[in-house]
Nanobody, 115 residues
């Protein structure tokens, strides 16, 4: 079993920054993909960014430039640095891990950007 624990969400003013963290534990194969998704009220969950254990990244078109995903393989931790936040970035941000063809989700962390 795999557990994902997110942290770092909160309330920030427009233009501000936040850094989300997600620590994974359990049966994790070294070859995996970790990522961040978000879900705003009334909307579907959408991709923010993913990063492979080798370091290659993929961003949703609208996220690249303001959001940076990174990871520490030794700690099985993935990060999401967010800058120049906008009110439309308000959402629950979910950590995701794909390993051994299984898909795991964190409980989500709320990010609220005030105007």
């Amino acid at each position: 079993q795999v557990q994902l624990v997110e942290s770092g969400g909160g309330l920030v003013q427009a233009g501000g920054s936040l850094r989300l963290s997600c620590a994974a534990s359990g049966n994790i194969f070294s070859n995996n993909v970790m990522g961040w998704y978000r879900q705003a009220p009334g909307k579907q969950r959408e991709l923010v960014a993913v990063i492979r254990s080798g370091g290659s990244t993929h961003y949703a078109d609208s996220m690249e430039g303001r959001f940076t995903i990174s990871r520490d393989n030794a700690k099985n931790t993935v990060y999401l640095q967010m800058i120049s936040l906008k009110p439309e970035d308000t959402a629950v941000y979910y950590c995701n891990l794909v390993t051994l063809d299984r898909n795991y989700w964190g409980q989500g962390t709320q990010v609220t950007v005030s105007s």
